[in-house]
Structures are given as structure tokens and as C-alpha cells.
């Protein structure tokens, strides 16, 4: 794979300077979650990677989405132990953080998805549209805490997502001892348990994840202590969301097909990888203490792929839709293993290891990765210096004789 450097240098040099600063004070965290997680890296052998526990666990949710994309087609029916593993082996790394995070901002479309696959889609489960616009404000209740740390240098953990974390687990559990049967009887006069469920997201958002953010910003404003005066470069971080989420309603309203209707999971899928790559860059901005980039690459080609879906001047929007998503799916994975590989480069150590990358082998790398016109340089060089070698010595043979 043909690697970009998607980090410039003055955000590297940022990287060797990073310390991690979070405030969790959610009390589920502090007094359940974290002594479990203290309880269950003891088992966790020290030559394991704390990024390959993160992988893996995202993995597990990954292979859980396709498997209900499989046989719920039409929706009819560790994280934290990787931290803990990172500071037990001294392998902490800024690496380690976005690599988590990164992953987490993805990981916020299957969640979702897998989740409202248990309560259906008939007239007991959800719309599709309902999901959709619930799946916006748990995207935007995930940058929240980030655009926190842009403006403030701290990562104030949200409440919100160690109850949804629970709350999930506890869903799946019941779900495999009573089956998804039970969530289609009103659980409170007549209303259904995805009307509680869809409650607590909106609810636990407007109340507490969205307030908690604006109040400690707030804080930082008055106490003189935000890292971004200007207004507009304190909002900055929105622009991106805004524009996508502004694009994707676009095509969801204007669809001649009625897009998301047939083909709920892509789009959810297309949307979330979209905004998880403009959360990494946002990560990556926070994390070095630099600007965040205004607009993301994405959007102009993804205005040009709406334009088209709505107006029906590509016939088959399926297939329209097929193509964009594995554009900006590949692209996000082009971008997530340049950024690991060069991060990984740069703090002399291996993503999936705590061992530390062999020097020779490192060498022989970013030889490999050199641009061809500065070997072909290099070569030429090579060359007429041996040919003067050679010159040289027959003068002198000559001279000799």
C-alpha cells in the first residue's frame, strides 16, 4: 500500500511534547467500571500489545455488524482494559491515544446499527429514519468531548458512554436469555422499549453530554485558559460535521429511490465513516495543539455524489451509493495506517508490539519508501562517479607508462 504522510512535522514535533490530561468523574466509571477493568488486565499477559486489545475488541464489533447485515438484512428482528494495559507495561504512547479514540470514533456507526437490530423495523421497531437522525446525535455527542480538548487541552470523559456501554451489554443478555420478543411488548402503558431506549440516548445527550461540554468550555473562557480565543477558531471543529450532516439529510430527503430505506446499513455505514475520519483529524489537531483543518476533503466530491443522487441524473442509486461508500471507506483506511505507520516511524516503535523495531530492518523501510526520482538521483551520481573512478585510473596508467 502506497503510504501518505498525513501528519506534518510541526504536528510531530507537537507529539514528542503530548501529555495525556482526562477528568472522569462519572461515578459508574470511577466505582464500577474502572476496578473491573483493574480486575480483568491481571489475566492479560505483559507481552501483550495494549493496541492490539483495542483492535481486536473493534474487530469483534465489526464481525457482529456484518453478521447481523447477513441474517437481519431489513432490521426485522474492552475498551478501557487496552489504557490500563498501556500504563501496566509502560508502553504509553500519544500513538496508543489516537489509536484508541480513532477507533472509537468508528466504532460509534456499529453500535448503533447492531443495537436497534434487536428491536426491528416493523411497527413495533424503529424507522430507519428515526435511527438515522439518533445516530447523528450520538456521533455528535462523541466530537463533543473532543472539541472540549481542542479548545480547553483537557479530555472531560462524557457520562454517557460507560452507561451506553452497560446499558448495551445488558440488552444483548437479556436478548439472548429471552429472545428479541420481549422487546416488542409495551414495557409502560403503550409505549415499546425502543421508545425508552431511543429516551435515554436523546435524553442523556441534551441533558448531560451536551451542557457538561458547553459549561467546561465556559469555565476555560473565563478563566482565560482556552487554547482558542477567536470564536470562530473555537467552532472551527463543527464546520466539517455540519457540512456532512447537511449533505447526507440532503440525499436522505431528495432521494428519488428513497435511499435509506433500501439500503439502511450502507448509508449508516457511509455516514459514520465519513465522520469518523473528520473526528481523527480533529484528534490528531488536539492532540499536536494545532489547527484544525477547516473543511474536509470529502465533502466537494461528496456534494458532486448528492447532486447527482437527487436530481436522478445516475439511474441506478444503489450502485451510486455502493461506490461512494467504498471510496470513503478505503480512503479512511488509507488514512488510519498511513497515520499509524508514520507515528509508529516517528516513536521508534511497532503498533501490534511492545518490542522495538529492528534498526536495520526500519533502514531498509524508508529506503524502500524513498521517492524513485531521488534514488534515480542518487543511482545517476552512483554512476558518474564510478565512471570518473574508472577515467581517473586509466589517465594514471597511462601517465605511468
Not at 448528492?306 to 451510486?320: C, D, I, M, S
Not at 501490534?352 to 534515480?376: D, G, H, M, W, Y
Request: charged share 15%; hydrophobic share 45%; with cysteine.
Amino acid at each position: 500500500m502506497a503510504l501518505y504522510e498525513y501528519v506534518t512535522q510541526e504536528q510531530l514535533a507537537s507529539f514528542d511534547k503530548y501529555k495525556y490530561s482526562a477528568v472522569d468523574s462519572n461515578p459508574l466509571s470511577v466505582y464500577v467500571m474502572h476496578p473491573f477493568w483493574n480486575f480483568v488486565v491481571k489475566f492479560l499477559p505483559t507481552w501483550l500489545a495494549p493496541n492490539l486489545i483495542t483492535f481486536t475488541g473493534f474487530m469483534f464489533l465489526v464481525l457482529n455488524f456484518f453478521m447481523l447485515a447477513f441474517y437481519d438484512f431489513d432490521f426485522t428482528a474492552s475498551d478501557g482494559v487496552d489504557g490500563k494495559q498501556a500504563r501496566r507495561t509502560n508502553s504509553s504512547t500519544p500513538l496508543g491515544e489516537l489509536f484508541d479514540h480513532g477507533l472509537d470514533s468508528w466504532a460509534c456507526i456499529f453500535f448503533v446499527a447492531t443495537v436497534y437490530s434487536i428491536f426491528g423495523r416493523g411497527e413495533s421497531g424503529v424507522a430507519v429514519l428515526t435511527l438515522y437522525y439518533i445516530l447523528w446525535v450520538v456521533l455528535f455527542s462523541f466530537i463533543l468531548s473532543h472539541w472540549e480538548k481542542y479548545n480547553t487541552g483537557i479530555l472531560f470523559l462524557p457520562w454517557g458512554y460507560d452507561i451506553s456501554q452497560v446499558t448495551i451489554s445488558l440488552v444483548y443478555l437479556v436478548t439472548a436469555v429471552v429472545g428479541v420478543e420481549k422487546w416488542y411488548q409495551p414495557c409502560l402503558w403503550h409505549y415499546l422499549y425502543r421508545d425508552l431506549f431511543s429516551f435515554m440516548i436523546i435524553v442523556c445527550s441534551f441533558t448531560v453530554t451536551l451542557p457538561m461540554s458547553l459549561y467546561n468550555v465556559l469555565k476555560g473562557y473565563r478563566g482565560n485558559t482556552l487554547k482558542h480565543s477567536s470564536l470562530y477558531e473555537a467552532f472551527l471543529p463543527f464546520l466539517s460535521p455540519v457540512l456532512l450532516f447537511v449533505l447526507s439529510t440532503t440525499w436522505v430527503v431528495f432521494s428519488p429511490s428513497n435511499i435509506l430505506e433500501l439500503q439502511p446499513r450502507i448509508f449508516y455505514l457511509m455516514v459514520g465513516t465519513a465522520f469518523a475520519n473528520v473526528t481523527c483529524k480533529l484528534i490528531v489537531c488536539q492532540m499536536s495543539n494545532t489547527r484544525c483543518q477547516p473543511l474536509s476533503w470529502m465533502l466537494p466530491p461528496m456534494t458532486l455524489v448528492v447532486v447527482l443522487a437527487a436530481t436522478g441524473t445516475v439511474a441506478n442509486e444503489t450502485l451510486l451509493l455502493y461506490l461512494w461508500t467504498a471510496v470513503v471507506i478505503l480512503a479512511h483506511i488509507h488514512y488510519g495506517v498511513s497515520v499509524v505507520k508514520q507515528l509508529s516511524n516517528h516513536f521508534n516503535i511497532l503498533a501490534f508490539s511492545l518490542k522495538k523495531p529492528n534498526i536495520a530492518q526500519r533502514l531498509n523501510e524508508e529506503c524502500v519508501q524513498k521517492p524513485s526520482t531521488e534514488r534515480t538521483h542518487s543511482e545517476g551520481t552512483s554512476r558518474r562517479t564510478g565512471h570518473r573512478k574508472r577515467h581517473d585510473t586509466a589517465w594514471r596508467r597511462s601517465a605511468h607508462a
